[in-house]
């Protein structure tokens, strides 16, 4: 699953891959921006550890993976 975070103050979002469903990802926003964590914590497919202070939080955009096209096929 791709997950774009936009950080206050900063001028690029972060993006990641993550193995998590929509809905884990739904409820770990929803924990964050509730108040009951501190930081809103991502582990990407790598194995990389993303954390963002909640308050710091301006959006994130919760979709499908996107396909990378390799090659010079018809569009």
Known sequence: MEVK???QHA?????LE?????????KAVS???TGKTQ???LTDTKGRKVLVPTDRLSYV???EPSIRKVGFGAL
């Open 18 to 26: 993550t193995e998590l469903s929509a809905e884990e990802l739904e």
């Open 11 to 15: 001028p690029r979002e972060l993006v």
């Open 39 to 41: 930081l809103l914590s």
């Open 5 to 7: 975070i936009g950080v």
């Open 31 to 33: 924990d964050a921006l």
């Open 61 to 63: 955009d919760i979709g």
